[in-house]
């Protein structure tokens, strides 16, 4: 376990990625039109195509005191729907910029960031087997600049799992594999951010794992007196979407485990893959089971208690049963879901030019295609088990 200063280290690290401070810029607001993750902010910067900064924002205006809530509360709904002219509204942005300096907002901030991004840190980072400071630092930097999953598995593929291989040498090797995916990748912007792996490079060539101070990230000192109490680019390229009740009701297989894992926790319910009242209805009893907000949504926080995080790493761990190696491929009504974005984002990586929007439609069928002929394999659109592996699915 770690202790509290080793813990505001790890944070510290990915707040100097994020924000050029070691403490974080609660003010920050941040939108490059190359983001996927459009506008960005806050200290450890989370953003409004992830769904989160709704959350974020939302959970603030509630929060008794907050300085600023009648100027955010008009444009709740905006968040919600993930409405793009925010990016670029400058009234919106000078209300966070000053909301900032708000204590409520920095409380807030801190809860949020620790609810929707540290504790599923720390259960990915438990359920591989990562023990050390600096270990668990580079988890939250993948959990915090997205694609954590996608990168973790391709570790375990080409490198083997960490209880086989050992932390140090895991971790290492996460590293390198992250490095080259972002210093290869299609978009730009993600591209400038290897300093991000240059770093705990760095770090792991000092041997310093347990994250002893003082150290250096981005020409930072950490020692204790600055861990007392620039923008980057987001790498969550196919972010596991927020799940909550709308019309039309959401489907995918997403969903389906979230409804596997309330039966197991005792809840009576059909694992259809559609969030609908009931599963809603369902999910705000467990939550309130559990301590949690009782809003009925499925976030990162919710994901990670119920245990649907992506966590299982085969079908000898895994907690539910495995998802048929041959379900990819197109079907009516589509599927959706996570699966759907991750195999976009691989065929995007190989070149192919397909959407990340989690449908597997036709023109996904067709991009499957056109990477099965550049590969020699059977061009039949459906991602079966040679397909996978070639995609490192």
Known sequence: MLTPLQKQAAKAIVNAFETGTLQGDYGNVTFLPTDPGGLTYGRSQTTLNSGNLALLITAYVKAPGALYADELRPYLGRFDAQDQSLNRDSTLRRILQDAGSDPVMQTTQDE?????????????????????????????????HGSWHLIRDRTIQNHGKLSAI?????????????RNWLANHSIELLRRTVYRMDTFNQLIAEGNWDLKLPFFVRGLRADAAALSPRASGSADIAPERLIKLQTPYLRGEDIRQVQIALNRAGFSIEPDGVFGPGTAELVKQWQTQKGLTPDGIIGAATRSALGVDGEDLDATTATTPPIDPTALK????????????????????????????????????????????????????????????SLGL
Do not use: H
């Open 166 to 178: 050992g932390e140090q040498k895991w971790v290492a090797q996460y590293v390198a594999t992250r």
């Open 330 to 389: 197109l079907t009516n009504p589509p599927l959706k879901g996570n699966e759907v974005r991750a195999l976009q984002a691989a065929l995007r990586e190989q070149g192919i030019r397909v959407s990340t929007d989690g449908v597997f439609g036709s023109d996904t069928e067709q991009a499957v295609k056109e990477y099965q002929r550049s590969k020699g394999m059977a061009a039949d659109g459906v991602v079966g088990p040679a397909t996978r592996r």
């Open 112 to 144: 949020f960031f620790d609810r929707v991004y540290w504790e599923p840190t720390v259960t990915s980072a438990n359920y591989i087997g990562i023990k050390t400071a600096l270990g668990m630092a580079v988890v939250y930097d993948g959990r915090i």
